[in-house]
Antibody, heavy 120, light 106 residues
Framework: EVQLVESGGGLVQPGGSLRLSCAAS????????MSWVRQAPGKGLEWVSL???????YYADSVRGRFTISRDNSKNTLYLQMSTLRAEDTAVYYC??????????????WGQGTLVTVSS | DIQMTQSPSTLSASVGDRVTITCRAS??????LAWYQQKPGKAPKLLIY???SLESGVPSRFSGSGSGTEFTLTISSLQPDDFATYYC????????FGQGTKVEIK
């Protein structure tokens, strides 16, 4: 069974930094394409960042230059380093397994989410 | 960037109704479209991928159609468990979600 467990959320001041983690079991992070998706309170879903199994990374315009996606293969964990945080970054952040190249399915597996609140 | 426009934003329906949600892409995405169901406080659940393929375990009352720029999600007979918010998402270029459609009890 695949499990994705996010952690690292919390309250941070504007301009601050935070690192989110997504620990995986039943799935090898380094062999899969992985994404972060966020959802502001009462709002819709917003894709944030993608790391392909080969290592290429991509970002939404709203976070490019401020957020960095990475992974630790030895810990089977995905990360999202967030800096220069703004109030509009307040959201629940989900990690998810991105596209499966064989089947074409996408976002089949999701974590439970971790809440990031940017406020003074 | 490819923009996704979903309609309607809210839909009021009764159990047993046939429900259709539309999603338009700002440029062709071939069949690289997925549909998700989300309930309050929960992560989204994949329903349809590649525009018309039903995810394993999803009831057959859900179906997807379309290609290029116009797509639809149809629920053939709405069930009590189907009242939720639905999102389309393109994965032709990066990823982009539609704004969502909330299906409410009429």
């Amino acid at each position: 069974e695949v499990q994705l467990v996010e952690s690292g959320g919390g309250l941070v001041q504007p301009g601050g930094s935070l690192r989110l983690s997504c620990a995986a079991s039943g799935l090898t992070v380094s062999s899969n394409h992985m994404s972060w998706v966020r959802q502001a309170p009462g709002k819709g879903l917003e894709w944030v960042s993608l790391i392909y199994s080969g290592g290429n990374t991509y970002y939404a315009d709203s976070v490019r230059g401020r957020f960095t996606i990475s992974r630790d293969n030895s810990k089977n964990t995905l990360y999202l380093q967030m800096s220069t945080l703004r109030a509009e970054d307040t959201a629940v952040y989900y990690c998810a397994r991105d596209i499966d190249d064989g089947s074409g399915t996408i976002f089949t597996y999701w974590g439970q989410g971790t809440l990031v609140t940017v406020s003074s | 960037d490819i923009q996704m426009t979903q309609s309607p934003s809210t839909l009021s329906a009764s159990v047993g109704d046939r429900v259709t949600i539309t999603c338009r892409a700002s440029q062709s995405i071939s069949s690289w479209l997925a549909w998700y169901q989300q309930k309050p406080g929960k992560a989204p659940k994949l329903l349809i991928y590649k525009a018309s393929s039903l995810e394993s375990g999803v009831p057959s009352r859900f179906s997807g159609s379309g290609s290029g720029t116009e797509f639809t999600l149809t629920i053939s007979s709405l069930q009590p468990d189907d009242f939720a918010t639905y999102y389309c998402q393109q994965y032709k270029s990066y990823r982009m979600f539609g704004q969502g459609t909330k299906v409410e009890i009429k």
